[in-house]
């Protein structure tokens, strides 16, 4: 059908919108499949893609909230800033959807999801069992519960919280820095001795 200008106008059949939506379906199904990838690979190997990817989005989320443009462009574009700064614990400074703070909320939420995660996958011996098909599958409810973990830890309040959690960070970067120079005398020593 021929449309303005002599562009081809798309038609559409009653059955059409539902096998365009198709591609979707893993994302909703409890599969390990990427979102819209035709390819075939193995269960392990998207679910470490998946996972990977989560942590990435966590990580762009908290470059993004230090971004001073982000927080210029949230302060002026977000409806009703001022409405929600007011109803969270942080008052109507509202430092606490911007900066540090809002980064150690975003990964407190990525924290508690993956321990979660972790705690869920205790004593699994087979891929087969159920809990390690909800671990390899059900990715858009993951994402969706990331998402409200992340919201509901901007509702914590801030008097103990940033400090607490500074001090787990501190902490665990400490023991991060630790292992991995381990691991990479370790890698040094193993090179060394090859050669």
């Known amino acids: 059908v021929s449309g303005e200008g002599g562009f081809l106008a798309p038609s559409y059949s009653p059955g059409e919108g539902l096998s365009r939506a198709m591609p979707l379906a893993p994302c909703l199904l409890p599969t390990a499949q990427i979102c819209c990838c035709r390819c075939r690979i193995k269960v392990s190997t998207a679910t470490r893609l998946l996972y990977v990817l989560f942590h990435v989005l966590a990580c762009a989320v908290c470059c993004l909230m230090l971004s001073r443009t982000v927080v210029e462009a949230i302060k002026e574009n977000v409806p009703l800033y001022a409405v929600l700064c007011e109803h969270l614990p942080g008052g109507a400074s509202c430092d606490l959807l911007v900066g540090y703070s809002a980064v150690y909320r975003v990964c407190f939420?990525?924290?508690?999801?993956?321990?979660?995660?972790?705690?869920?996958?205790?004593?699994?011996?087979?891929?087969?069992?159920?809990?390690?098909?909800?671990?390899?599958?059900?990715?858009?409810?993951?994402?969706?519960?990331?998402?409200?973990?992340?919201?509901?830890?901007?509702?914590?309040p801030d008097q103990r919280f940033i400090r607490a959690w500074h001090l787990v960070g501190v902490c665990g970067g400490f023991a991060f820095i630790l292992v991995q120079l381990v691991l990479i005398t370790a890698f040094a020593h193993t090179w060394n001795k090859n050669w």
């Not at 321990?115 to 059900?138: D, E, M, V, W, Y």
């Open 109 to 156: 939420g990525t924290a508690c999801f993956h321990l979660g995660q972790a705690a869920f996958l205790i004593n699994i011996k087979s891929s087969t069992n159920f809990r390690a098909l909800l671990h390899n599958g059900f990715w858009f409810l993951k994402l969706l519960l990331l998402v409200g973990l992340w919201a509901a830890a901007f509702f914590i």
